[in-house]
């Protein structure tokens, strides 16, 4: 099922923010000589389709990939305009960094620079964890948004 964010009504979180602060940790857009890196991450750390969707990130301009990092080492990205515009995702944390609050800054930093690209609503494809996005930044739910964008898509068979 598909989600849709309001852009208009999200406002920057100075607690969040200094959350992460405190976690040592800063969100940031990515910059191009990094994709080698991040895609190769994210291949490693989630999954080939989302190292290929961060790849098309990446071919934005400006780059429309968000990273996490600390101390130098990528724990989290997100990114939007990837498998269609206007849609966010796909985001993850490494499994050892969760619980710090990245992945909600990770999320409000994306969308907030979908609202800075002259975006007015951002849509949430194939929503895993609905209650999280619910509650962070007001997702409601698509009505008869299955199959969605990912209707069709090409599996391994191996």
């Given at each position: 099922?598909?989600?849709?964010?309001n852009l208009s009504l999200l406002t920057p979180d100075p607690e969040l923010d200094a959350r992460i602060r405190g976690a040592a940790v800063t969100i940031r857009r990515a910059l191009a000589p990094?994709?080698?890196?991040?895609?190769?991450?994210?291949r490693q750390t989630f999954s080939p389709g989302w190292s290929s969707e961060t790849t098309v990130a990446f071919s934005r301009q400006p780059v429309s990939c968000f990273l996490a990092t600390?101390?130098?080492?990528?724990?989290?990205?997100?990114?939007?305009?990837?498998?269609?515009?206007?849609f966010f995702g796909p985001t993850g944390v490494d499994e050892a960094a969760r619980g710090a609050g990245i992945g909600h800054a990770l999320l409000l930093a994306t969308l907030l620079d979908m609202r800075v690209m002259g975006y007015g609503y951002a849509i949430i494809g194939d929503v895993g964890p609905s209650e999280f996005y619910e509650r962070t930044v007001g997702a409601r739910q698509i009505p008869d948004s299955e199959p969605g964008v990912y209707a069709g898509l090409l599996k391994n068979l191996d």
């Open positions: 099922m598909d989600y849709l964010v990094e994709l080698e890196l991040v895609t190769g991450w994210v600390r101390e130098g080492r990528l724990v989290g990205f997100a990114v939007y305009d990837a498998i269609a515009r206007g």
